[in-house]
């Protein structure tokens, strides 16, 4: 009988995911400060809003790879591609960055948050220390993002867009202080959009929880201890992009996060087992 219900609102959600209004058109000129650029989900993420005629401003870690993805963009159509190159583990950064946006396309139609900062999986103990930097990259940089750029979404009546990950709703062995900061992420937009309602601000926060990202990164975090497959970057983007254009509450792709998301809560017993077979879940060898 579970599995019956269980496939039956996998059908249902996997509709819902594809039934919605998304008019490219919408993204033609709009303005769009973009996160996390220099390879994986966000260069495709940059690709995409080229392609559809967006104004962005784009960021990254490494100057030189964001230059080359620059260099696409432009090439792909954009009309107008800014860059600068931020370390948002230096808590003075973020807003240099919104302050760059706003003074190159004059307001933000867009916040898309995506930037990551990985630490290599397998230890059962973090420091103090890393998982300060952990939070301060994947959560508190986030947040002072969205409130640098609030007051001109506002305006504009715009999105935010956040990418998290599956690890933010269902949490896993050996990923503690990661984990931890994007179950943050989610408490916090959460929190925000609830807030913006009150207030009768008209700005949208998308809620974006992907599976693992194609990405070198990701995959060396996860080495030896999950064989999870990756999500395709180009359609995990796509997936992003519509979501964020249709003011969408949340985005789960693949579609079966959404499960595996319900899980958690409706099946407390056998959900660690499904995890497991799902991820392939193994445990690291001994030093």
């Not at 899980?263 to 060898?285: D, K, Y």
């Amino acid at each position: 009988m579970k599995v019956l219900l269980l496939t039956g609102l996998g059908a249902l959600f996997f509709a819902y995911y594809w039934d919605d209004n998304f008019d490219p058109a919408s993204l033609h000129g709009a303005r769009v400060l973009l996160t996390g650029v220099s390879a994986g989900i966000g260069e495709e993420l940059a690709y995409h809003y080229a392609r559809l005629g967006s104004h962005l401003v784009l960021t990254a870690h490494t100057e030189a790879l964001l230059q080359q993805v620059v260099g696409n963009c432009r090439k792909l159509g954009a009309p107008k591609v800014f860059y600068i190159a931020a370390d948002m583990a230096s808590p003075e950064v973020p807003e240099r960055v919104v302050q760059f946006a706003l003074d190159k396309l004059g307001g933000l139609d867009y916040l898309v948050l995506n930037h990551l900062g990985a630490a290599p999986a397998g230890t059962r103990v973090r420091s103090s220390q890393s998982t300060r930097w952990l939070m301060q990259v994947n959560f508190l940089s986030y947040v002072q993002l969205t409130s640098s750029a609030l007051p001109s979404l506002t305006d504009s009546k715009g999105s935010l867009v956040v990418v998290s990950s599956l690890l933010g709703r269902v949490p896993t062995s050996f990923s503690s202080p990661y984990s931890a900061a994007k179950f943050a992420l989610d408490s916090f937009f959460s929190s925000l959009r609830r807030e913006l309602d009150v207030q009768e601000v008209n700005v949208a926060i998308t809620m974006c929880v992907l599976g693992l990202r194609d990405r070198a990164s990701a995959a060396e975090g996860v080495r030896g201890i999950t064989r999870v497959r990756a999500a395709p970057g180009p359609k995990a983007a796509l997936a992003v992009i519509r979501g964020g254009a249709t003011r969408a509450s949340g985005v789960f792709y693949p579609w079966g996060s959404r499960l595996l998301c319900l899980l958690r809560s409706w099946m407390p017993h056998s959900r660690a087992w499904f995890v497991r077979q799902e991820l392939n879940i193994t445990t690291p060898a001994a030093a």
